[in-house]
């Protein structure tokens, strides 16, 4: 019997490219060769390695060009031959991975000699995928240890495809190498003498099987690649098939439960450390954006009601982080990065006033800000962005690893674009959730727009604030008036890292200025510090004021306390001549 170091070496030996310099084709120029040569093929993801589209009908039919050119526009698709009648094709999938001590060269070697003429594919781990024709087989994952068969229901990623994490797909041996030969005579008896997975209509699926039959059909299919709603129709009339019948609901779980159970597995002690290491291990500082609060791998959420300015405040904080040294406040930025700006209710021409206005006033950025508007893409019939979908949370993780240079992500908002989740379900968050934390683990930071509920914190699930580390929320300030627009304190109601004057609340207004459009700030308490003297000296009544403009009535009581000791009132809250002249141009009519 040959080593697994020999045979690896045997299978690694041969290069060959197809055609004479595929390694260098982009996806689109191979997708085309593959199916001018029979091949059917679908895209999927580069993270999940799942199908972007439903992909069911190219089991039976090829892909158009058009199809092709939608698909792979550039490389950020991995591109999938299907397995099976519609290609000819049964693939020996060989997993390798020495760290996680997989070795299928080793167990394959029992049943079929890998240095064989055939077309094989080397995986980013130093796998193979061995290319034989069509034996009628279906998926089979894991025939023997670390091996699986790709056949009818199947895919297999193909180069010149790379995954997440940049690595490549490679041909040894290519199709214009070698011809497409049959399976091995004794792997290909093997397969067929198998045991075969009881099925409904065998009538071997009994009550006190039924539940753990369902479950490991469901986490072999789960396993293949086949999609979920095929996998649930499947489970469905096997579950039907059972003696007695297996309830429709419980069969679904177990289908539920497969897909979960078939993500990849961790090795959790890898990931151990000792406490005495940890200290000694240097982990970077994360780059501050705009400082004290947006680092990269910050996840804040900002909160309103209708109409009080978020899109305002989101567009604002998106053009300082593309600019050098601008201030919102205190605020500053202290490394300016590409922004990825994805709206959901704007109309595209507001949106493109709003920040050409703002543009005005600024400095020229140095970074690029990336718009993803869902009012222009429906104006263009390019699809309406849904992050409720996998598909388009995916879309996005691959824009992120294929422009290292967007640090940071401005959602805006939830209610726009993820529409169909239930707000109030901490379940159906949990997978925005995730998709924010593989966000944060691609160190970006990522701002998330939301809608306040009456009571005036964010509405829905209070599960969506557990992983946030920023909780902004907006309101108008105390004696606001329609004809103010966009005015708006800002207040931090979460700030896991920051404190003290870092955290300080302060209004924020979007102004006229120079021609355009800019933002002006002010400390709360710099506002109503002068407003209760005024108050007082104008004659409105000391008990009044607290719920006129907001505040405690021991602070009005502080505040009139500080204006008598200063000379600016009297015992009987009259202006002295100093009083006067510091706050009696102040304007208190519109809290009255």
């Not at 160190?443 to 209070?462: C, W």
């Not at 505040?551 to 001549?577: H, M, P, S």
Request: charged share 25%.
């Amino acid at each position: 019997m040959q080593t697994s170091a020999e045979i690896q070496r045997a299978v690694d030996e041969p290069q060959a490219f197809l055609p004479e310099n595929v390694q260098i084709m982009n996806t689109l120029d191979a997708a085309k060769e593959y199916v001018s040569m029979g091949f059917s093929l679908i895209p999927i993801s580069r993270n999940s390695k799942k199908p972007i589209i439903e992909w069911k009908k190219y089991q039976t039919e090829y892909p158009t060009t058009a199809d092709l050119e939608e698909w792979f526009p550039n490389d950020k698709n991995m591109l999938a031959i299907v397995t099976g009648k519609i290609s000819n094709l049964t693939v020996v999938d060989i997993d390798y991975d020495e760290t996680e001590g997989k070795d299928g060269y080793k167990t394959i070697s029992e049943f079929s000699d890998l240095t064989i003429k055939a077309p094989r594919a080397r995986t980013p781990r130093g796998g193979s995928h061995v290319y034989f024709r069509h034996s009628g087989q279906r998926n089979k994952t894991g025939f023997i240890k670390d091996c699986d068969i790709r056949g009818e229901g199947g895919y297999v990623v193909a180069p010149p495809s790379s995954n997440g994490d940049g690595k490549g797909y490679t041909w040894k041996n290519s199709f214009k190498k070698f011809d497409i030969p049959d399976m091995p005579k004794k792997l290909a008896t093997y397969l067929k003498n198998m045991k075969k997975e009881p099925t409904a209509t065998e009538g071997t699926i009994t009550k006190g099987i039924r539940d753990d039959s369902l479950f490991k059909c469901a986490l072999k299919l789960a396993g293949t690649g086949m999609a979920e709603n095929e996998v649930r129709a499947y489970i469905a009339t096997m579950a039907k098939g059972c003696t007695p019948p297996f309830p429709f609901d419980e069969a679904m779980e177990k289908v539920r439960s497969a897909f979960s159970y078939a993500e990849d597995k961790i090795d959790i002690t890898k990931g151990l450390v000792n406490l005495s290491a940890f200290y000694e291990t240097s982990i970077p500082e994360q780059p501050m954006i705009l400082s004290p609060w947006l680092k990269e791998g910050t996840i804040g959420l900002l909160t309103a009601p209708r109409g009080v300015g978020k899109t305002w405040f989101s567009l604002s904080v998106a053009m300082a982080c593309g600019r050098e040294g601008v201030h919102i406040g205190d605020w500053v930025t202290e490394n300016p990065v590409d922004v990825l700006y994805i709206d959901g209710e704007m109309p595209a021409k507001e949106l493109q006033e709003r920040t050409f206005e703002l543009s005005k006033t600024l400095e020229p950025p140095v970074k690029e800000m990336i718009l993803l508007s869902t009012d222009y893409n429906t104006k263009r019939k390019m699809g309406i962005p849904n992050f409720a979908k996998q598909g388009w949370r995916d879309a996005t993780l691959d824009l992120l690893q294929d422009r290292p240079e967007i640090k940071l992500v401005v959602v805006d908002n939830i209610a726009s674009l993820m529409p169909g989740i239930d707000e109030n379900s901490k379940q159906e968050w949990d997978n925005i959730n995730q998709w924010l934390l593989h966000i944060r683990h691609m160190d970006r930071a990522v701002l998330v727009v939301h809608h306040a509920g009456k009571s005036g914190d964010q509405r829905g699930t209070s599960g969506r604030e557990d992983n946030i580390d920023i909780s902004i929320t907006l309101k108008h300030p105390a004696g606001y008036v329609n004809t103010d627009g966009a005015k708006f304190e800002v207040a931090f109601t979460k700030s896991r890292g920051i404190y003290g004057n870092n955290v300080t609340p302060f209004v924020m207004q979007i102004i006229e200025q120079d021609g355009g459009l800019t933002w002006t700030t002010n400390e709360t308490g710099k506002d109503t510090a002068l407003l209760v003297p005024a108050m007082l000296g104008k004659g409105v009544p000391k008990k009044d004021i607290h719920t006129l403009i907001g505040i405690t009535r021991q602070y009005v009581t502080k505040l009139r306390t500080r204006a008598i000791r200063a000379g600016n009132l009297d015992e009987k809250n009259c202006f002295t001549d100093k009083g006067k002249e510091i706050y009696g141009h102040i304007d208190i009519d519109k809290y009255l």
